[in-house]
């Protein structure tokens, strides 16, 4: 009879978890199709090697949102206790490390961001720190000060920008291009919020930051009651304000990058823009219909950034965001746990 140690192996180790690159690349290729539009068109525009990057890590946020909210494909909200939204993370956060360690997950999803993880350079902060904004959703967290929102929004769009910078080639020590990747997520963030509004207020969540409506007199709960879109729209106007703000320094970073890189970026800045833009445009009817940017204007957009990358020569902005990524980060640090200090014994002398 052959001993145990002959009979049980430990796993190989090996980025994409042994799946077949080609085969990931192709599910998630299928993943940003259904769950971005915007992103979708303006991913087609990298180079074939960056694309498939951003594909991978494309769908690692997909399957992490969905977990953290019981969905399919951004459906339907699915209610969880306490309970069953803490072991959603722990899913999350396992089934990460595991793609780290280049271990089969059993999920494509993962396995394609340990190999995007693996050939890009993608470092475990980089994913905690995305994966800290799930954990944020799962709670039912809401912001109550404008430091809160900003947060949330790194979390759920910064910390995503500054991997997908790493993934366009830019050096993980290269902090000012990662401030502006980091620029560019909140910008698409702000526009999501300011036109989410209603959609959130269906779904017993808010991101709109309580001090902010308490000074517009906003009751709790009557955030889309008809007597308060005024101060519901004046509201939003402010959040489109920081978008702007971010988007136009974001632009100093895509001018750094090469020319089809450039181009995507420049691409879903103003696609992206113009939703928020829109919203802003609508003024009280801006959530009678939820804003869209149909496939004829996102092409004038695509087509705009094409000379727009190719002039390459930028606006100097104004004034930088009230946001910076290194306050942010304080913060974000900050309201981590403070791990327990090391029990080991010094070596003797």
């Not at 690159?21 to 259904?34: F, K, N, T, Y």
């Not at 594909?55 to 946020?61: F, G, N, S, T």
């Not at 691409?267 to 219909?289: Q, T």
Request: a negative charge; hydrophobic letters at 45%; one cysteine or more.
């Amino acid at each position: 009879m052959l001993a145990p140690s002959r009979i049980l192996r430990s796993t190989p180790a090996q980025a994409g978890g042994g799946r077949e690159r080609w085969s990931l690349v192709d599910q998630a290729e299928d993943m940003i199709a259904e769950g971005s539009k915007s992103f979708a068109m303006a991913s087609k525009l990298f180079d074939r090697v960056t694309r498939e990057r951003v594909w991978l890590l494309y769908a690692w946020c997909r399957r992490c949102d969905d977990i953290a909210d019981g969905q399919e494909m951004g459906g339907e909200l699915a209610p969880a206790t306490e309970e069953e939204a803490a072991r959603r993370i722990r899913s999350i956060r396992l089934l990460t490390e595991r793609a780290f360690e280049g271990l089969p997950t059993a999920d494509p999803a993962f396995d394609a961001f340990g190999l995007v993880a693996r050939e890009c350079g993608i470092t475990r902060e980089m994913a905690e720190d995305v994966i800290m904004g799930f954990e944020l959703d799962a709670a039912d967290w809401r912001p109550r000060s404008e430091a809160d929102l900003a947060r949330y929004c790194y979390h759920v769009a910064g910390a995503v920008g500054v991997m997908m910078a790493v993934v366009m080639g830019v050096d993980r020590d290269d902090g000012w291009m990662l401030d502006r990747a980091c620029d560019l997520g909140l910008a698409f963030q702000l526009a999501n919020i300011a036109r989410d509004v209603s959609e959130d207020d269906k779904a017993d969540r808010r991101y709109l930051p309580l001090e902010w409506m308490v000074e517009e007199d906003i009751e709790p709960g009557m955030v889309m009651h008809p007597h308060h879109r005024q101060e519901l729209a004046d509201i939003v106007a402010r959040l489109i304000r920081r978008m702007e703000r971010h988007e136009a320094w974001s632009r100093l970073g895509a001018a750094k990058l090469p020319f089809r890189s450039r181009w995507a970026v420049l691409s879903a800045a103003r696609i992206y823009g113009a939703i928020g833009r829109r919203v802003r445009e609508l003024g009280l009817h801006a959530w009678d219909h939820r804003v869209v940017i149909g496939k004829r204007e996102k092409l004038r957009h695509v087509a705009a950034a094409f000379w727009e990358a190719a002039r390459n020569r930028p606006e100097v902005p104004g004034e930088p965001p009230k946001w910076d990524r290194s306050t942010i980060l304080i913060d974000v640090r900050m309201a981590q746990p403070i791990p327990p200090p090391p029990m080991d014994p010094l070596p003797e002398e």
